[in-house]
């Protein structure tokens, strides 16, 4: 991330109040009505996937659980196999992996130990401003009592629970004075009038007008949420999803407190801006908030490994610089198919409500402080890496790391089985050069300039390169990848096939050199009115230095978030130093990895 983010503090105070007069389904009239100063305030929203996707609660272990259907449609080995267990492909009445198949789940789905309540108490308690519901994923499968005359029973009103959970949900939440807000797929690989992924994509016109629309019209009249988050939408236009129109229609029939977020297909120019798996966003004139699992899934992945998800120091701290540049984060839990949140999940949100009832006035409603949003600080790290997959999306391959902004090169070797012309295969987000034998294989650089305005509209917006080469069997082959991540959505795949070998991640059977770069923020900034918030990432000593400082007046006042003591400190060559050797234990205990001090009227 860079300092430059900060820009947001003046732009996002330019465009957050909402115009009140009527909104024509026009961009310029929906850009002009601009966004409610809640979202901006809130930083923190819970995501919630749940569905028929959560029984079989399956991906690979960094595949999304939500995106089972999809792996029945592309007959994928792990989710076919574990369909097995409910469905069983030898029964006469399915046969191979399709809607009947899937929609057999219904009789497993049965929520039994769900409690609305329960669930938002624990969403409060992490100190959550709003909950975003997964209404309806890309499966079409509704959580509330829409009838789909196309599939009966397609909603878990008529099947699975039998009950009316955004109904339920909403009331719940409410209660507890949060927000409620919907994500809406506004396509489905099951629908027969458009079957996203199969059907053309310049032939959705008839189910966006005779079945989308009336969908989100039936959704938003009946519950009224405060946020209207749809997604499915890269393979489609703005336009195609008649955009404006609902969008409009949205603002108009919610009011004041409505907001969209950015994802209704290319050519969108509004709405708050959505990274997933990402430390921050480019410059913008948008809200934004990242969304992200406490691991790697957002629906439930039984598959993932337990390294897979964020410690509570690690989300704290992740959570703190999105803050600190502009931005927000909306976390998701995936609820097993009973409808309990599992309790590695429960855990890590106590903790982030137990670290904001100490520190939150450095969080909510705060903005950045324009002068910079870190005190960065140089981190390199070199180790063998015994079984590297060349094969990741959304995360940097080692969580020491950034998620952008960082440098990897890895340096090994690889023994083909057999004398073939090998193809190696680049999947990449961003900058990548691999070399055999030290002659360069691959190189793609990615054109920054034209690919921001392609991830801006939602595009996933990644390159593959190929290349081939003749390899004789049993000799050693010299391998080295440099991979450059800038932001959003890191991704490597590296491949290899011949015509005797199946394609597969390049292996790393006796280990890589690996050798890390990035810099890491040390120290992250809030501002609200005159105060500057100061939040020490995993501070390891009572001594602490903010740097290349301005000035402060000599009767600064400094204090710790949740104690009263003022602390001592001194001006020396442009940094502020502070000492902490007077605090307690007790003061200290709650910091959970991240210190936050306040310099009440430091800036003028």
Not at 143 to 149: A, K
Not at 428 to 434: G, I, K, L, T
Request: charged content about 25%.
């Amino acid at each position: 991330m860079k300092v430059k983010y900060c820009i947001l503090a003046v732009l996002l105070f330019a465009t957050c109040c909402v115009n009140a007069q009527n909104v024509e389904p026009t961009w310029e009239s929906i850009n002009q009505r601009g966004y409610p100063k809640w979202f901006n305030d809130a930083k923190l929203g819970i995501f919630v996937h749940w569905g028929l996707y959560s029984v079989p609660a399956y991906a690979s272990k960094e595949g999304y659980g939500e995106w089972l259907y999809r792996g029945l449609m592309t007959n994928e080995p792990g989710r076919v196999k574990i369909m097995k267990n409910y469905v069983p492909d030898n029964n006469p009445a399915f046969g191979s992996p399709t809607l009947q198949q899937y929609a057999g789940l219904r009789n497993y789905w049965n929520a039994e130990l769900w409690n609305p309540e329960e669930w938002a108490r624990l969403f409060e308690a992490a100190g959550a401003k709003y909950v975003m519901l997964v209404t309806k994923h890309h499966d079409g499968y509704c959580l509330w009592d829409y009838p789909n005359t196309a599939l009966p029973e397609w909603n878990s009103v008529a099947s699975g629970p039998k009950r009316d959970i955004v109904k339920e949900l909403t009331t719940s939440v409410k209660r507890h004075r949060m927000k409620m807000c919907f994500y809406y797929s506004l396509t489905e690989w099951t629908n027969p009038i458009h079957t996203w992924m199969v059907s053309p994509d310049d032939q959705i016109d008839t189910y966006v007008d005779e079945y989308m629309i009336p969908q989100i019209q039936d959704l938003v009249t009946k519950y009224k949420p405060s946020a209207l988050f749809t997604d499915g939408e890269w393979n489609n236009s703005a336009d195609q999803f008649k955009a404006t129109e609902i969008i409009s229609w949205y603002y108009n029939t919610v009011g004041k407190d409505a907001i969209v977020n950015d994802r209704w297909g290319s050519g969108t120019q509004h709405g708050f801006r959505t990274p997933e798996y990402s430390g921050g966003i480019v410059d913008t004139d948008r809200p934004w908030a990242e969304c992200r699992g406490l691991g790697r899934s957002f629906g439930l992945n039984r598959n993932e490994d337990l390294a897979n998800y964020l410690s509570s120091e690690e989300l704290i701290s992740h959570f703190v610089k999105l803050v600190a540049a502009g931005g927000g984060m909306t976390l998701n839990v995936g609820p097993s198919a009973d409808g309990k949140i599992p309790m590695i999940q429960q855990e890590r949100l106590l903790d982030l409500g137990r670290w904001l009832k100490v520190n939150g006035e450095a969080i909510y409603s705060s903005r950045p402080w324009k002068e910079r949003c870190y005190q960065m600080k140089p981190f390199t790290m070199e180790r063998k890496d015994k079984c590297i997959d060349f094969d990741w999306v959304r995360n940097a391959p080692s969580r020491e790391m950034e998620y952008d902004h960082f440098k990897v090169v890895w340096h090994g070797t690889i023994v083909p089985e057999h004398t073939d012309l090998y193809s190696f295969t680049v999947d990449v987000d961003d900058n990548v050069v691999v070399l055999l034998n030290g002659d360069t294989l691959i190189n793609y650089k990615k054109d920054f300039a034209n690919g921001a305005e392609s991830n801006a509209q939602g595009a996933r917006n990644y390159a593959t390169t190929s290349a081939d080469r003749k390899l004789r069997k049993g000799q050693e082959y010299d391998l080295k990848v440099i991979y450059e991540e800038n932001n959003m959505e890191a991704r490597m795949k590296l491949h290899w096939h011949s015509k005797y070998q199946r394609d597969e991640a390049i292996p790393a059977k006796d280990g890589y050199e690996g050798v890390y770069t990035c810099s890491k923020p040390e120290v992250c900034f809030t501002t609200k009115g005159h105060d500057l918030y100061a939040a020490f990432i995993n501070p390891t000593n009572s001594i602490l230095t903010l740097k290349d400082m301005p000035m402060p007046d000599k009767d600064l006042k400094i204090t710790l978030l949740g104690s009263n003591s003022r602390l001592t400190w001194t001006y020396q060559d442009g940094n502020i130093v502070v000492m902490l050797s007077s605090l307690s234990y007790e003061e200290l205990k709650n910091t959970l990895g991240t210190m936050v001090l306040k310099l009440e009227n430091y800036l003028y």
